[in-house]
């Protein structure tokens, strides 16, 4: 009996010296290269807190897209922020209609597997209508890639079955 015990075992081989050029009289690591590769599944439940940014998730969820607005420039930001970068003033809250112009975007054909998305993946950056910065967020129901064009104007879609992460309680589709 041996390595073929190991079930996830994916090979054992000689690793090369990375630096054989500042050991000129031998590897002193030599008798550590011999290395075994395994597969090794991970399974575990990560708990995470939105903080601050708990209420933008929870008006997703109730179809309304909040941002938030510094009561001190009245900048608003596209992606809400607890404090204006600009002044460092607290924000408030402010819903706004769910509107807006795609002012750019990345096409993908090819996504991590754990995403679990449809290729390809369009990320489009969106200056919301009421908003002085933008939201890059999935574009979807668009048709053909043809279909995608700068400027083109776009609306907040909510999701209407159950979501393994509160951002995909919504998405961009064309308006």
């Known amino acids: 009996m041996g390595t073929e015990l190991i079930s996830n075992l994916l090979e054992i081989y000689t690793a090369e010296d990375p630096m054989a050029f500042a050991h000129p009289d031998g590897d002193p690591w030599a008798d550590f290269r011999e290395v075994m590769r395994v597969e090794w599944k ?3 439940t990560y708990k995470h807190v939105l903080g601050k940014y ?3 998730f929870i008006e997703l969820a109730n179809h309304k897209f909040l941002t938030t607005e510094c009561p001190n420039c009245g900048k608003v930001w596209g992606i809400p922020r607890p404090l204006c970068s600009d002044c460092m003033t607290i924000t408030k809250w402010k819903e706004l209609p769910g509107t807006g112009t795609m002012v750019s975007y990345s096409i993908s054909n090819f996504v991590p597997a754990f995403m679990k998305v449809e290729t390809p993946y369009v990320l489009a950056m969106v200056k919301m209508d009421g908003a002085d910065t933008l939201f890059t967020h999935q574009l979807r129901n668009y048709g053909d890639i043809e279909n995608i064009k700068m ?4 609306k907040v879609a909510y999701a209407t ?3 393994v992460h ?3 309680l919504m998405h961009f589709e064309p308006a």
Not at 151 to 154: A, F, G, H, L, S
Request: glycine fraction near 0%.
């Open 166 to 168: 509160p951002m995909l």
């Open 42 to 44: 991970v399974d575990f």
């Open 54 to 56: 708990s209420k933008f």
């Open 161 to 163: 079955e159950p979501v």
């Open 151 to 154: 400027n083109m104007p776009v």
